[in-house]
Structures are given as structure tokens and as C-alpha cells.
């Protein structure tokens, strides 16, 4: 039971413009939620985080939407840039868990 | 300077085998964590330890068995290596066992032949 969904494995975007990625969750019980991002032979690296009683976290670049309602997050790198080609993980935890569920990740590749 | 540092990086085998993977922090971190990540990429929780001790232990086999001889190591040794057990193995670490961001290790490639 997949409880934390990436349903794109992967995303193409021109270097400058905006990526978006998308995670979606079917627990209700999640109220904190993380992206990492990962480069090959490498470990995941945290970007950001957003707890459910925001809606909106920014972080220079990147900012993370949270519709608790639709069980949906995305992030949004803008301007996107080739050093941002990765895979982007998100997370999901429940108050007091402190135990992550991932998604499958998707793969951003930003074209010079 | 690594924050997170595993060994060894590769790690090929035949089925049977006993084989161990190290995990070591210089974060001052007290909470630890192992994690495997299958083909299918799914990335899952094993175990994690707070202060050398165990508080989370998913259903995992028990041929493995983490051990944490201080706060700034966990090791995880596996018995009896099956196929299944194939995977890239991932080590973090986070402040204390309230703090949700966690540092990950570079992981280790383990093939069961």
C-alpha cells in the first residue's frame, strides 16, 4: 500500500523557467512533509520541509504548496537551473512517528 | 569532513553469507537510522536507534541486526544473505528522535549473486 505517490518518474524543463513536481498522499494522519533531493551515488539531501498547518513554505528558490484538503503537495523550483538535476524525493510523517514514508521519486533533468 | 559516512560504498556477495555495513556521524547527532531502498526505488525505514537506542523496527527479517556500540555509530549486520536482500542501503542521522530532517549517508550498493 503506497501510501506517498510520485506518479511522474521523471520531468524535462528548460533551464529558466519553472519545475513543478507532485506528491500526493492517502493518510490523513501525515502533518509534516519533506522533499529531499538526491544526485546518483549520493545521499538524499533535505530542501525543505512544510508542516500541515501552513500552506506555503518558501526557500529562496523553492517553495513548497501544501492542499490538505486534495492530499496534495508540489514544489516549485523557479528559475530552474542544470545544477538542479536530480531525483526529488518527498516524505510524509505523523505527529510523534517521526517516521518517514517516501515516494518513489521523480527524476528532474533542467536543459541548458 | 563527512557529515554521514558509510562503508564500504560496494558491497558484492553470494548467498549465505554474513556480511556487515558500517555507519558513522560527526554531527553530534544522537538518532539514527537505516534504510534500504529496492528496485522499484521505494525507499523504507529499517530500524532506528536514539542514544544507542533501538525505537523504531519495522517488519524487517530478523537476519538483520543493527547494533549501536555509541551514539555516533550504527552498524547493520545481515545473516544469511538472500537474493531479496539486493538494495542500496542508506544510513542518517537526525538531532534527536523529535527533529524530522535527516542527513543521509552516501549508501551502500549491496548485490547478493
Known amino acids: 500500500d503506497q501510501q506517498v505517490k510520485q506518479n511522474s518518474p521523471s520531468l524535462s524543463v528548460q533551464e529558466g523557467r519553472i519545475s513543478i513536481l507532485n506528491c500526493d498522499y492517502t493518510?490523513?494522519?501525515?502533518?509534516?512533509f519533506l522533499w529531499y533531493k538526491k544526485y546518483p551515488a549520493e545521499g538524499p539531501t533535505f530542501l525543505i520541509s512544510?508542516?500541515?498547518?501552513?500552506d506555503k513554505n518558501e526557500d529562496g528558490r523553492f517553495t513548497v504548496f501544501l492542499n490538505k484538503s486534495a492530499k496534495h503537495l508540489s514544489l516549485h523550483i523557479v528559475p530552474s537551473q542544470p545544477g538542479d538535476s536530480a531525483v526529488y524525493f518527498c516524505?510524509?510523517?505523523?505527529?510523534?512517528?517521526?517516521?518517514?514514508?517516501f515516494g518513489t521519486g521523480t527524476r528532474l533533468k533542467v536543459l541548458a | 569532513d563527512t557529515a554521514v559516512s558509510q562503508t564500504p560504498k560496494y558491497l558484492v556477495t553470494q548467498m549465505g553469507n554474513d556480511k556487515s555495513i558500517k555507519c558513522e556521524q560527526n554531527l553530534g547527532h544522537d538518532t539514527m537510522y537505516w534504510y534500504k531502498q529496492d528496485s522499484k526505488k521505494f525507499l523504507k525505514i529499517m530500524f532506528s536507534?536514539?542514544?544507542?537506542?533501538?525505537?523504531i523496527n519495522e517488519t524487517v527479517p530478523n537476519r538483520f541486526s543493527p547494533k549501536s556500540p555509541d551514539k555516533a555509530h550504527l552498524n547493520l549486520h545481515i545473516n544469511s544473505l538472500e537474493l531479496g536482500d539486493s538494495a542500496v542501503y542508506f544510513c542518517?542521522?537526525?538531532?534527536?528522535?523529535?527533529?524530522?530532517?535527516?542527513?543521509f549517508g552516501p549508501g551502500t550498493r549491496l548485490t547478493v549473486t
Open positions: 493518510n490523513s494522519m501525515f502533518d509534516y
Open positions: 542518517a542521522s537526525s538531532q534527536d528522535d523529535t527533529t524530522y530532517e535527516q542527513y
Open positions: 536507534y536514539n542514544n544507542k537506542e533501538l525505537i
Open positions: 516524505a510524509a510523517s505523523g505527529t510523534g512517528t517521526y517516521k518517514y514514508i
Open positions: 512544510i508542516s500541515s498547518i501552513k
